[in-house]
Structure formats: C-alpha cells, structure tokens
C-alpha cells in the first residue's frame, strides 16, 4: 500500500469520526427503537431471533471471532466449519419464476458488506428481491470476522489488491456482460463496493467487456471505496448511482467524505435521506420511497463528483425498477427530456 495513500486513507478515517454528537453506534444500528420487535419481514435484526438460538449463535461466531485460517479439513469434520475460514462464492438464484416479474433480458447481482454471513447474505436478497421484483445472483464475500473484514476493506479501497469475491465477481459479470442479456444490473453494499470499484477495473481491461459496459447498471448503498469513475465520462458509461444515509459512518469514509479531495473520487449522481443507520435492509431499502410513492432520497449535488447529465428534478433511476413505483419508466423520462431539448 503505497505511504501516501496509507495517510490520506487515515485522514479519511479521522475525518468521517469528527461529527457531533458522536452517535457512533447509532449511524450503524439506527436509534434504540429500531432495535426493538416487532421488526419488518426482512430486517436484520431478525438474525438474532432468539426462538431460532442455532441461526444467531453461528452469526454471532461469524461475525465476532476469527476464523482458523484454513479451509476444514475432512479428518477434523467434527468441527463445525463456522469456525473454518470460509471461501467466496456466487450463489445462484434457486426459486419459482413466477414469484417475479419476468425480465429474461436482465441479469441482477448483489454485492454484500462487511459481516455478512450466508444466512445475512440471503436474506438481503431476500428483500432486494421482494422490492424489485427481479431473480439475484449474490457474489458472496463472507465475514472472517468484523475484524478482520475491516483491514480487507482497507486495503480493497486501495486499488493495490484484489480480494477472491472480486476476481469471481469480474469473471461471473463480464460472461453476463458479453452474452444475450440486454442489461446488467450490480447493487453492491457497503464492503460491496469497493468489491464493485476494483471489479470495473478489472471488466476495464478485457475489450469485449468494455464494449458492453454501457448494458451496466451499478447501484451502490453506502459507497465507501474511494474511486468508482466511469470507464466513459462523456457518455457516462457504466450508469452509476448512488444512496447514503448522511448520519452513517461508513458512507462518510467514500461518497459522503467530508473532505473528498486527494484519493476519493466517486462518479455518478448522489441520493441522500437524512437519516442515521448502515443497516441495508432495516435502514435503506424500508425507506426507498414513501407511502406516496415518492423518493425519501434527494440528489445532492454538493457531494455529486459529477454532474446529472439530467434535465429536471432528478429521480433515482433505480427506483423506476421498484415494485410501489408508479411513473414513467427511466427510458421515458429521457425520451421526454431530448422532446424538450428539441423543440
């Protein structure tokens, strides 16, 4: 990691802590009534349902110690592998098609953060799913403890080193990338994106799946990576958007940065709802839009690195794909914006 990059990530770090009052477990957990039942379907406060002790012992092990750095060995299979360290995955979608609309022209993926077992992971999709109506492969980078999960995030902000779920995540989007499939759509999270940051460097460098990038749709919650710029500025290619809540800390070491000069520089439009919480199912997806339909994430264009490149109010693109979504599709919208530019 070279030195300078060492210190203005540590300036970073020092800087997304200087808020006031220091609700620190707040801007992950939310306030003390969101940790109290009853919680909503998906949220993930259900993993330590107590009437279910085995599920929310093995993420508490997850989650909270580290794992023997190996792979179990069969003669030791009396052990349970949770406390084996455990190795990325995709996992496919396994489901009945008619729980979903049908987009056999898409392929959606999900990009999990930091203490994310299986079971978290799934659960995640779970709720993605439900709200956007669409099948999900999740790239799957499984907690080795919050520990150390942290250090792989900061070195992966560095761009200096690919982690495992990024080499399996750059190889299972670009076949989607260069097949059939007419979009492509990554929601990553947290940890999830900076996994998605050094995966578009990586989808970079191979020119049949650069030629296709403009069929990518990246959508990020809680960006802390420190570079995600697109591939083309001009035509702003692949799409990226962007959502934060503005009282959590992870989003303020990436796309809320108080200071964003030097190493971090993240393209696309930025949504902002002012509130505390890291949690992606409890406190983002719950509150995409309100009881009217409407967005409860703004565009703020002060932390927007790059311009709209939209005429109007702007509005999250990824929420036209939302299941209590009425309104034009995204398409639509700029097939009427260049009506009125031509006129």
């Not at 956007?132 to 520990?147: G, K």
């Not at 749709?217 to 990576?225: D, G």
């Amino acid at each position: 990691m070279p030195v300078k990059h060492t210190l203005d990530l540590l300036a970073t770090m020092g800087r997304a802590f200087k808020f006031f009052p220091p609700l620190y477990v707040n801007s992950i957990l939310g306030h003390p009534p969101d940790w109290v039942p009853p919680y909503p379907q998906y949220s993930e406060f259900r993993i330590l349902d107590p009437r279910k002790p085995v599920r929310a012992l093995h993420y508490l092990i997850d989650a909270g110690l580290m794992p023997i750095p190996m792979k179990r060995p069969r003669w030791l299979g009396f052990v349970p592998e949770v406390f084996f360290l455990q190795e990325p995955h995709v996992m496919h979608w396994q489901g009945q098609m008619q729980d979903y609309d049908p987009h056999p022209d898409e392929s959606w993926f999900f990009i999990n953060g930091v203490t994310s077992n299986n079971d978290i992971a799934k659960l995640q999709r779970a709720c993605l799913t439900h709200f956007f109506r669409r099948p999900m492969t999740i790239i799957q980078n499984p907690t080795d403890s919050i520990y150390l999960d942290i250090l792989e995030a900061a070195v992966g902000k560095t761009g200096a080193w690919m982690a495992k779920p990024a080499h399996l995540g750059a190889v299972e989007i670009k076949r989607v990338l260069c097949s059939a499939k007419k979009k492509v759509v990554v929601v990553a999270y947290s940890q999830g994106s900076i996994i998605m940051a050094n995966i578009l460097r990586e989808l970079q460098k191979c020119p049949d799946a650069r030629a296709q990038l403009h069929k990518l749709e990246i959508y990020n919650f809680a960006n802390c990576s420190d570079r995600m710029e697109y591939i083309d500025p001009v035509r702003r290619v692949p799409y990226i958007e962007n959502f934060a809540n503005r009282h959590d800390l992870v989003a303020r070491l990436g796309v809320l940065a108080p200071q964003k000069r030097g190493i971090i520089r993240i393209d696309g439009p930025v949504f902002v709802n002012n509130r505390f919480g890291h949690l992606l199912n409890h406190h983002y997806l719950y509150d995409m839009l309100d009881e009217r339909g409407q967005s409860q994430y703004h565009y703020d264009p002060r932390q927007s690195a790059s311009d709209y490149g939209f005429e109007g109010e702007p509005f999250p693109r990824l929420f036209t794909y939302h299941k209590d979504y009425v309104g034009p599709t995204w398409e639509e919208m700029h097939e009427h914006a260049a009506m009125r530019l031509g006129a």
